[in-house]
């Protein structure tokens, strides 16, 4: 936890921050590569990083918010110390009667974590919008403009993840098929079942290696598997797979 200090070859080549630009940001993000990553796209829209604020738990989150309040918060879900779900509730919560929920920072959900109870609890808990990190630099910028523009945007996906659970029918309990397995989940348990590796999935369909390992902890989840093997005999024995 710490405001960013840039790389130890050489100065960080970033601009003044802009006065109209709302400052500080956390930033609630446990993967070194992700942190910079996001630290460079605020820095491309404005942003100095002394404004800029990491925390990679839970527990380094809530100490910097005790310190100071935060204009921005760009929040990852899975997090070592727990569900980033929570903070999103704290940092939403008005601090006394007179406040609103307008009232709070934006707070925009970068995570690899799309499985809808997640969305929907997210949201309700009061973020701002809900991009996944599998998107570009220019999707992920564009969607930290819209949020400091006042706007909530929502990742293709996740929307029509949403769109979809307003219009299917109730689920039955316990049932397990293709409309509980995501595209993408389908796509990256194909692969399982023909033996590539979590780093061969991902170099295969251009995601990064984190991410599988998201996606393959949610088809675990679904299926109701601790393993590989469990979750490909799973998914043939429901014709999810040839």
Known sequence: MSAFSPHPDGPAMTPPPSPDLPAPVLIVEDDALMQRRIVGILNQLGYGNDVLVLAAT????????????????????GLPDGNGVELIAQMSAPT????????????????????????????RAG???????ERD?????????SVLRGGAPIDPFIARRILDLTQAPP????RVGEDVLTARELQILQLVAEGLTNREIAEQI?????????????????????????????????????
């Open 58 to 77: 839970l527990a380094d989150a809530r100490i910097e918010l005790a310190r100071q309040s935060f204009a921005l918060a760009l929040v990852d879900l």
């Open 171 to 174: 689920a039955t309990p316990g």
């Open 127 to 133: 973020a701002t919008g809900y991009v996944l990190k």
């Open 96 to 123: 006394d009667a007179a406040m609103s929920a307008d009232d709070g920072p934006g707070i925009l959900v970068i995570s690899a974590w799309s499985t809808d109870d997640l969305i929907l609890n997210a949201l």
């Open 137 to 145: 630099d220019l999707e992920l910028l564009l969607s930290i403009r």
């Open 206 to 242: 251009f995601l990064s290696r984190h991410t599988v390992e998201c996606h393959i902890k949610n088809i675990y989840r679904k299926l109701t598997v601790s393993s590989r093997t469990r979750a490909v005999f799973a998914a043939r024995s429901r014709g999810l797979l040839a």
